[in-house]
Nanobody, 121 residues
Framework: QVQLVESGGGLVQAGGSLRLSCAAS????????LGWFRQAPGKEREFVAT????????RYADSVKGRFTISRDNAKNTVYLQMNSLKPEDTAVYCC??????????????WGQGTQVTVSS
């Protein structure tokens, strides 16, 4: 069992930045790929970014590439999502997930509760 707790969401103006954190705990947490997904009201959950255990392999959705950076600190069992140049269309609930290397939600077994990110225009 793995527990995931996100933090760092909030309200920011377009063009601003936020850094999300996800603290992971539980059995064999280090063996899982960690990813971020988001879901806006009335829309499907979508992949944002993922990172492997060693942190040397990452993957991003085209919509965030060049603006968002995922990283992890294994000593703290924490994954981060640095979000720069935020746009109103980035507004969503952002969830951290632990699973296998993939961009589809079904590949991730454990999920956090999510943190709200709102970008005003």
């Amino acid at each position: 069992q793995v527990q995931l707790v996100e933090s760092g969401g909030g309200l920011v103006q377009a063009g601003g930045s936020l850094r999300l954190s996800c603290a992971a705990s539980g059995r064999a947490v280090g063996s899982y790929v960690l990813g971020w997904f988001r879901q806006a009201p009335g829309k499907e959950r979508e992949f944002v970014a993922t990172i492997n255990w060693s942190g040397d392999n990452t993957r991003y959705a085209d919509s965030v590439k060049g603006r968002f950076t995922i990283s992890r600190d294994n000593a703290k069992n924490t994954v981060y999502l640095q979000m720069n140049s935020l746009k109103p269309e980035d507004t969503a609930v952002y969830c951290c997930a632990a699973g296998r290397w993939d961009t589809i939600a079904s590949a991730y077994r454990y999920w956090g509760q999510g943190t709200q990110v709102t970008v005003s225009s």
